[in-house]
């Protein structure tokens, strides 16, 4: 599986971003997505996460109410809807696919997941 994430930006507090990530491969609509984010001097964290069924998702306490992680697998792409954005969210955003196929629960650790885009940076001014 390879990823493109795109989208990110330099936005004002309080607006909002849309990401995106295009998958190629064919096990894409076979595996849970995440998005994580990592700001200089910072690990890389968790930020949300979708089954590959699109049923059920799950999100960091940081963004819960305020992003949107959703996934379109006839187009091969997840999208993460980023709303009242922070200053403390500037990072640079990933998007990643887990390691297993058909994964029943959704895996917040970095090592879960086996494929990454190259990441779109996320700037929020104050």
């Known amino acids: 599986v390879q990823l493109q994430a795109s989208g990110g930006g330099l936005v004002q507090a309080g607006g909002s971003l849309r990401l995106s990530c295009a998958a190629s491969g064919r096990t894409f609509s076979r595996r849970n997505m995440g998005w994580f984010r990592q700001a200089p001097g910072k690990e890389r964290e968790f930020v949300a996460a979708i089954t590959w069924t699109g049923a059920s998702t799950l999100y960091a306490d940081s963004v819960k109410g305020r992003f949107t992680i959703s996934r379109d697998n006839a187009r091969n792409t997840v999208y993460l809807e980023m709303d009242s954005l922070k200053p403390e969210d500037t990072a640079v955003y990933y998007c990643?696919?887990?390691?297993?196929?058909?994964?029943?629960?959704?895996?917040?650790?970095?090592?879960?997941?086996?494929?990454w885009g190259q990441g779109t940076q996320v700037t929020v001014s104050s």
């Open positions: 990643a696919a887990d390691q297993r196929e058909l994964r029943v629960r959704l895996q917040v650790l970095v090592p879960d997941y086996a494929y």
